[in-house]
């Protein structure tokens, strides 16, 4: 096992991941920048050296000064979180060139899953089941006309290399095509340095289903259930549930053990999350993330198994800790995200935060890094907690996660809790019927 274990991240997952190593007996050393000197992650760290000024390229994406903090503290591993540089392949790389364990997957199946294109076709080599599309990217208006005339529209495109919506268009028709593809070109530039885009047929009311997976790096791989993801706005998810209201148990076992498999045959090590457009019964490959998710805790809740003391484990070489069968699944839990901004407009709220109290009782978790006199600053993600809620069933889930969301208070700063307070009163909510595009359309017609 780990020594000790750097953590190159910020707010609640550096709290998460700290908390996990304490509880293993390991010592931990946190980075932080200027603006986060006295976050709680770094009030509770063994250690804590600062590498930079508040913008993130200068700290929390400045590999050499990571790396500088590993050898100054003699940290043996370090753990990335989410976000920053957790699925940066080429800092998995240089950790490994200077003897240093990167907890997560190697470099290669980073960058392999990080292609979208590769990722798809890896994905189709593994026996996961994928949207129709192209088979690579697509660099010219005639080529695309002929992919999108052979799957169908509506179709959309996406960047290669990018995520959270941006360089991604839909095309209902060839008319719509050219502009489409331009724009999707222009947007991925512009965003990721890359403007290779590949195209995919549209799926109008699907679920975002997301499979937990683990692979042990040497043949073993297990799934531990699935999330449902589909509440979204600008393609980022707001409330995550498990398991989906949406699946039934032979799905779930149909669709895990298929991931299960495909983590195996590929040799993965450690955390990773496939995802999947859902509809009319069928599965739709999107991507794989090599890395601890967000929305990780409601898993946890429904399995009661640790998934970053999974993650340390597998790292320091002492494999998978269960067996699939040994995964059970028990009742219900759903995530909400409470970030610091407008609850309708969802601009950026940073500022003091003058009262904080979270909610107690059973069943109930906050992931959170604030407190009261806590100043949000505003150079990151405007993620300020996470409350997590379980209960026996989605009945008793619902029951509880309102009565928390009424006893979760943050005042100075404006928060999503408003929104999750009318939400969890919604009848669409409450049957568990939604899709993707629910969410935009009901924030739509509350404008």
């Known amino acids: 096992m780990f020594q000790k274990i750097l953590i190159a991240n910020r707010g609640e997952i550096a709290l998460r991941v700290l908390r996990a ?10 980075v932080h920048s200027t ?112 992919v999108a005339a052979e799957i169908g529209y509506p179709v959309i495109i996406k960047a290669s290399a990018g995520g959270g919506g941006r360089g991604m268009k839909v095309a209902r028709s060839e008319a719509d095509l050219e502009i489409a593809l331009q724009t999707a070109k222009s947007e991925a530039g512009a965003a990721f340095g890359d403007d290779a885009v590949y195209i995919e047929k549209y799926l109008e009311k699907p ?32 409330w995550e549930e498990a398991n989906s209201p949406a699946l039934n148990a032979e799905e779930r076992a149909r669709i895990g053990g298929i991931c299960a498999k495909a983590v195996a045959d590929l040799g993965y090590s450690g955390a990773g999350t496939i995802e999947f457009l859902y509809e009319d019964g069928e599965f739709y490959f999107i991507e794989m993330n090599t890395r601890l998710q967000v929305e990780h805790p409601v898993t946890e809740a429904i399995t009661g198994i640790d998934l970053v003391h999974e993650q340390i484990r597998v790292a320091s070489g002492g494999g998978l800790s269960v067996r699939q069968e040994d995964i059970k699944f028990n009742g219900h839990a759903i995530e909400c995200r409470i970030n610091a901004e407008d609850p309708r407009t969802f601009t950026p709220s940073p500022g003091t935060i003058t009262h904080f109290h979270t909610p107690g009782g059973l069943g109930i978790r ?14 990151y993600d405007s993620l300020i907690g996470k409350l997590i809620v379980h209960g026996r069933n989605r009945v008793e889930c619902m029951m509880r996660l309102r009565r928390a969301l009424d006893e979760f208070v943050v005042d100075g700063i404006k928060t999503t809790l408003p929104l999750f307070r009318d939400l969890v009163g919604n009848p669409d909510i409450a049957n568990g019927d939604y899709d993707i595009h629910w969410l935009e359309k009901y924030l739509a017609k509350e404008e």
């Open 21 to 30: 190593c304490k509880e293993l007996g390991i010592q931990t050393v946190v």
């Open 207 to 238: 679920r975002h289903i997301e499979l937990q997976v683990f692979g042990d790096g040497a043949g073993r791989g297990v799934h531990f259930g699935e999330r449902d993801c589909s509440l979204q706005r600008r393609h980022q998810k707001v």
């Open 366 to 379: 906050v992931d959170s890094g604030v407190y009261s006199g806590y100043k949000i600053p505003p150079y």
């Open 35 to 146: 603006a986060d000197a006295d976050a709680m992650h770094v009030r509770l760290a063994d250690e804590s050296v600062c590498i930079g000024p508040p913008p993130s390229r200068d700290s929390y994406l400045n590999i050499h000064q990571i790396v500088a903090a590993c050898e100054i503290t003699g940290a043996d591993a370090v753990h990335p979180g989410y976000g920053f540089l957790s699925e940066n392949a080429k800092f998995a790389d240089i950790l490994a060139a200077h003897n240093i364990t990167f907890i997560g997957p190697t470099g290669d199946h980073i960058r392999i899953m990080g292609d979208k294109i590769e990722a798809k076709r890896t994905a189709k080599r593994l026996g996961i089941p994928v949207v129709p599309g192209s088979d690579g990217a697509i660099s010219e208006e005639k080529e695309a006309k002929r």
